[in-house]
């Protein structure tokens, strides 16, 4: 079975291994009718179709199911996985929060699964509010270069409590769902 991430980042890519590796040999390879030792995930980077800083829940999913129809559309994958994160707003919440979602598609069902949402200290959301992208904002704040493809903001707002990989494959395991539990 091949599997592609929709996305050059080294970081997307792992989320989604630590998810197909850790259920191989279980329903995997029945749920998704292939053999799981032959489960091969490649980085198909790809258009989002959405903004360069999703905002909002909506534009967020968008991008994340655009990018696993993408992976589909070049005919050479048997799943399609979209990885997306953005910065939204909860109802009750003053502040603006990092989220991040995942969907994953066959051609037929997309399923769709989210990860943990971390709140955005004021003078971040501000710079945000202003048009800003997050992860220049982060890497201006941090005087480095590259955090979303390491830790994130996510790992750099926790102190390293909330691994990027882990909480993006958080969102991967639930928009695999729909292929691997009769609950669907």
């Known amino acids: 079975m091949r ?3 929709g996305s050059g980042n080294p970081v997307k890519r792992r989320a989604v291994e630590r998810v197909l590796e850790s259920s191989q040999g279980v329903d995997l390879a029945e749920e998704l009718d292939g053999d799981p030792t032959t489960v091969a995930i490649e980085s198909v980077p ?3 179709g ?7 829940h909506a534009e967020t999913v968008a991008g994340a199911e655009n990018r696993a129809e ?3 559309e070049t005919g050479e994958y048997d799943l399609g996985v979209g990885v997306e994160g953005g910065v939204a707003r909860f109802d009750g919440a003053d502040e603006l929060f990092l989220v ?3 969907a994953v598609s066959n051609g037929s069902r997309t399923g769709r699964g989210a990860g943990p949402s971390v709140a ?3 003078d971040v959301a501000a710079r945000i509010d202003d048009g800003a992208e997050l992860g220049p904002v982060m890497d201006d704040l941090l005087d480095t270069t590259g955090v979303a493809r390491r830790g994130g903001a996510a790992g750099a707002l926790t102190a390293g409590r909330v691994d990027r990989a882990d909480a993006l494959s958080t969102a991967v395991a639930g928009a695999l769902g729909p292929f691997v539990s009769e609950l669907y």
Do not use: D, I, K, R
């Not at 959405?50 to 909002?56: I, L, N």
């Open 3 to 5: 599997v592609g991430v």
């Open 46 to 48: 790809v258009p989002s």
């Open 50 to 56: 959405v903004s360069e800083q999703p905002t909002g």
């Open 70 to 72: 993408a992976v589909l």
């Open 100 to 102: 991040m979602w995942a």
């Open 120 to 122: 955005l200290p004021a």
